[in-house]
């Protein structure tokens, strides 16, 4: 069925590396996509969006990627830090004003 | 804080009764969303309201949950009878200022509701 998946489960990095995180859609009429950090016990925090008329944004420290051609969606993080340590999902938004959330992705960052 | 809030945090009830939520969204936010989080799993969409009006609910909401926004401001999200199945984060979301691309305004949560049914 249609859905929003990401391509991993859990992702580690040493501290000061790059992070990327990936995730993949089926629904080419979604139009706006979001990426979500989530804290053990919190509520998702909003990172950065991206419309489809887009291909690339950047946000402070971070960097979204779509690729509407495969469907793909990627968030990279620069100079990856302790307290980026968190589950990480991405949203699509298919005009209809709810979203379809992805799995979610547990970075870790080593010290 | 001017950030969505959420209340109770925790809840902790036995099977059969019945429990209510309250979400109060960002004051000038129009939209207000409903989501259901079980562990490991992302949010999955409820319901949600555009000022007092509910728009969309999901095939989850079942008979035993409603939602409302009565002024169009707060909302209350009430599940009656819980089940066991029932025990999950409820997170709510705001979105929305009044712009004409309401439907893809970014959506902002509060910190759930985390309900435990024994």
């Known amino acids: 069925g249609e859905s929003v998946g990401l391509h991993l489960p859990t992702l580690s990095v040493q501290e000061g590396d790059n992070s990327i995180i990936n995730c993949a859609y089926s629904?080419?009429?979604?139009?706006?996509f979001i990426w979500y950090k989530q804290e053990s016990g919190k509520g998702p925090q909003f990172i950065i969006d991206?419309?489809?008329?887009?291909d690339k944004r950047q946000g402070q420290r971070v960097t979204v990627l779509l690729n509407k051609t495969v469907k793909h969606l990627s968030l990279q993080i620069a100079a990856t830090q302790p307290g980026d340590s968190a589950v990480y999902f991405c949203?699509?938004?298919?005009?209809?004003?709810?979203?379809?959330f992805g799995k979610g992705t547990k970075l870790s960052v080593k010290p | 804080d001017t950030g969505v809030s959420q209340d109770p945090r925790h809840k902790i009830t036995k099977r059969g009764q019945n429990v209510t939520f309250r979400c109060d969204p960002i004051?000038?936010?129009?939209?207000l969303y409903w989501y259901r989080q079980t562990l490991g799993q992302g949010p999955e969409f409820l319901t949600y309201?555009?000022?007092?009006?509910?728009?969309?609910k999901s095939r989850l909401l079942s008979d035993r949950f409603s939602a409302e926004r009565p002024k169009g401001s707060f909302s209350t999200l009430e599940i009656q009878r819980t089940e066991q199945g029932d025990s999950a984060m409820y997170l709510c979301?705001?979105?929305?200022?009044?712009?004409?691309?309401?439907?893809?305004?970014?959506?902002?949560f509060g910190p759930g509701t985390r309900l435990t049914v024994l």
């Open positions: 979301a705001s979105s929305g200022a009044g712009t004409p691309m309401g439907a893809t305004d970014t959506q902002y």
């Open positions: 629904n080419s009429a979604s139009d706006y």
């Open positions: 991206i419309r489809s008329n887009m």
């Open positions: 949203a699509e938004n298919r005009g209809q004003g709810n979203l379809i």
């Open positions: 004051s000038e936010h129009n939209r």
């Open positions: 309201f555009q000022n007092e009006a509910q728009l969309e």
